[in-house]
């Protein structure tokens, strides 16, 4: 299909990529913010194509694509494999790599991994999770010049502290840290913040307080945007978290192609014709021994050149 008959052509030209400023102006004109969880190139780069603003290289990366229980495992190496694969694929989205389990326990040494995040993988920003308690090192990051979203209500990081996964800020006394924390990460210097499992109103009341994009994840709709794990999004599992809600079902598209497959390929029925190349059935008879000059007579035995013969 020609350029000028393709309903939606797609950039052959340099493609910018968004910043934090680009976000802010986002949040400023009353836009919703889209984000999504990526952790692989093919991936990236369909999401970048559908335009999505942010794309996170979230430590979900455990859960989602390494088989581990949980976030805990995931070390700063396997996220910036990841990060790197999701950099080359989303060429216009702002990509935030996630600060892994014990990678920013210090300032100095959020630094440094949060460096490696930008000069190595070539992410555009961090996402650190807690929000008292980690305001120092956000603060220490962003006076370094990286840029930080912060993450505060359930943080999955805190899983063998917290117990289980469930709603965080319902009572009074929660609720309050919550907000407080909230504002501790805006003025630490964060460019936006994640909500995550905090009771609607109060994602609402907390959204209307900041000054900066609250993404929410089961926190409602009054969060400024919203993110979805990439997996639950696809529809890979037969069952996902109540906040999530799957856009397509990839799991029974993958199924029902692999039985297909394996079908096909018990059958004798895959490759077809459509799927072989064939040469010249000529030269095959030469190579073979089977042409004319190769006949008795001619010190080719009648069957042939045998394949184990030196030649």
Same mark, same amino acid.
């Given at each position: 299909?020609?350029?000028?008959?393709?309903? +939606?052509?797609? %950039?052959?030209?340099?493609?910018?990529?968004?910043?934090?400023?680009?976000?802010?102006?986002?949040?400023?004109?009353?836009?919703?913010? #889209?984000?999504?969880?990526?952790?692989?190139?093919?991936?990236?780069?369909?999401?970048?194509?559908?335009?999505?603003?942010?794309?996170?290289?979230?430590?979900?990366?455990?859960?989602?694509?390494?088989?581990?229980? @949980?976030?805990?495992?995931?070390?700063?190496? $396997?996220?910036?494999?990841?990060?790197?694969?999701?950099?080359?694929?989303?060429?216009?989205?702002?990509?935030?790599? $996630?600060?892994? *389990?014990?990678?920013? =326990?210090?300032?100095?040494?959020?630094?440094? /991994?949060? &460096?490696? *995040?930008?000069?190595?993988?070539?992410?555009?920003?961090?996402?650190? !999770?807690?929000?008292?308690?980690?305001?120092?090192?956000?603060?220490?990051?962003?006076?370094?010049?990286?840029?930080?979203?912060?993450?505060?209500?359930?943080?999955?990081?805190?899983? @063998?502290?917290?117990?289980?996964?469930?709603?965080?800020?319902?009572?009074?006394?929660? =609720?309050? !840290?919550?907000?407080?924390?909230?504002?501790?990460?805006?003025?630490?210097?964060? *460019?936006?913040?994640?909500?995550?499992?905090?009771?609607?109103?109060? #994602?609402?009341?907390?959204?209307?307080?900041?000054?900066?994009?609250?993404?929410?994840?089961?926190?409602?709709?009054?969060?400024?945007?919203?993110?979805?794990?990439?997996? +639950?999004?696809?529809?890979?599992?037969?069952?996902?978290?109540?906040?999530?809600?799957?856009?397509? /079902?990839?799991?029974?598209?993958?199924?029902?192609?692999?039985?297909?497959?394996?079908?096909?390929?018990?059958?004798?029925?895959?490759?077809?014709?459509?799927?072989?190349?064939?040469?010249? $059935?000529?030269?095959?008879?030469?190579?073979?021994?089977?042409?004319?000059? +190769?006949? %008795?007579?001619?010190?080719?035995?009648? &069957?042939?050149?045998?394949?184990?013969?030196?030649?």
């Amino acid at each position: 299909m020609s350029a000028s008959t393709n309903p +939606d052509p797609k %950039p052959t030209g340099p493609v910018r990529r968004l910043n934090v400023s680009d976000i802010a102006r986002l949040y400023a004109d009353g836009t919703r913010i #889209a984000m999504v969880t990526a952790y692989d190139f093919p991936t990236a780069r369909l999401l970048d194509e559908a335009g999505l603003p942010l794309v996170l290289v979230g430590d979900s990366l455990g859960r989602a694509a390494l088989g581990y229980e @949980n976030e805990i495992p995931v070390s700063m190496d $396997d996220m910036l494999h990841h990060a790197k694969a999701v950099v080359r694929g989303a060429r216009a989205a702002l990509v935030i790599g $996630d600060m892994p *389990f014990l990678s920013y =326990a210090t300032p100095e040494q959020a630094i440094h /991994n949060a &460096g490696r *995040f930008l000069a190595e993988a070539g992410v555009q920003a961090v996402k650190v !999770e807690g929000g008292r308690r980690s305001s120092r090192t956000i603060e220490a990051l962003t006076k370094a010049g990286i840029p930080v979203m912060g993450h505060i209500g359930l943080t999955p990081q805190s899983i @063998n502290q917290i117990g289980k996964l469930r709603v965080q800020g319902k009572t009074r006394e929660a =609720a309050r !840290e919550l907000l407080s924390d909230a504002l501790a990460v805006q003025e630490a210097g964060a *460019f936006s913040i994640v909500l995550e499992l905090v009771p609607e109103q109060l #994602a609402t009341a907390i959204t209307e307080r900041l000054r900066i994009p609250t993404i929410g994840i089961g926190a409602g709709a009054g969060c400024s945007g919203q993110v979805q794990v990439l997996t +639950d999004l696809l529809g890979y599992e037969d069952w996902h978290p109540r906040h999530a809600r799957p856009y397509a /079902n990839l799991r029974e598209v993958i199924l029902g192609a692999a039985r297909a497959y394996r079908a096909d390929v018990e059958a004798g029925s895959f490759p077809g014709p459509a799927e072989t190349v064939r040469m010249d $059935d000529d030269v095959i008879d030469e190579v073979l021994g089977h042409s004319v000059l +190769d006949r %008795p007579g001619r010190s080719i035995p009648a &069957g042939g050149i045998p394949l184990d013969r030196d030649l």
